[in-house]
């Protein structure tokens, strides 16, 4: 039930390129999603995850989502070009705390644009965002025509929650995609935020989630 729905997660700053092929034999092992790593090192896992269902993805604008929506376009087509199916971008936080939704809206809809029909998920970074501009948030991702939205980085001083999960999963519908990221990693805390409404759960604690009760 679970591991189809993990993406397995490595985007420390000393990661290797050695670590990425361990990373995606691990999720072909364990049938992942799809592996997310930095951007330099796409390539590698494109390479290594030939011919598998698993996908790759990759980080535009991480961590902080503060750079601009140009260089947010230009990492998401260079992702592109590398082979990246899948694009995890970080919101403008700052800009949607003031309440330039219309600079949001265009800033995701760039990325939106430049990945070409690539899947798109948007870290909203909750946990330093009120639950009104939770919500706001959410309408905007769906605006402009994202897949997915995502709960945080994990980096910004916290977490998946279910509370959030429960209201990103109200706001958005039945339909459109939701993934928890951010301090998920035992089988339990997977289970609660699919429960709540996830489809997808960011972790790095993947192998130990789904190799927990055997």
């Known amino acids: 039930r679970v591991a189809p729905m993990i993406d397995h997660t490595l985007l420390k700053p000393e990661a290797t390129s050695a670590q990425v092929v361990s990373l995606c034999r691990e999720a072909s092992i364990y049938g992942f999603a799809a592996v997310c790593i930095n951007p330099s090192l796409v390539k590698i896992a494109v390479a290594e995850l030939a011919g598998s269902a698993v ?7 991480f961590p902080t989502g503060a750079v601009t929506t140009r260089t947010k376009q230009c990492e998401a087509g260079e992702a592109v070009e590398s082979g990246a199916g899948e694009l995890d971008m970080v919101i403008a936080v ?9 600079y949001v809206l265009n800033d995701i809809k760039a990325v939106v644009s430049e990945a070409g029909g690539c899947c798109v998920k948007v870290i909203l970074e909750a946990c330093l965002l009120t639950d009104d ?6 309408r905007l991702v769906v605006d402009a025509g994202a897949q997915f939205v995502k709960t945080s980085t994990g980096l910004a001083g916290g977490g998946a929650t279910v509370a959030d999960v429960r209201l990103m999963r109200r706001t958005v519908g039945p339909d459109f995609r939701v993934k928890a990221s951010g301090g998920i990693r035992t089988l339990q805390e997977a289970l609660i935020m699919i429960d709540a409404g996830a489809n997808r759960i960011g972790t790095s604690a993947g192998v130990t989630i789904v190799t927990a009760n055997s």
């Open 94 to 102: 700052g800009r949607l705390r003031e309440r330039d939704f219309e």
């Open 133 to 138: 501009e939770k919500v706001m948030a959410c």
């Open 55 to 61: 996908m790759v993805g990759t980080v535009i604008g």
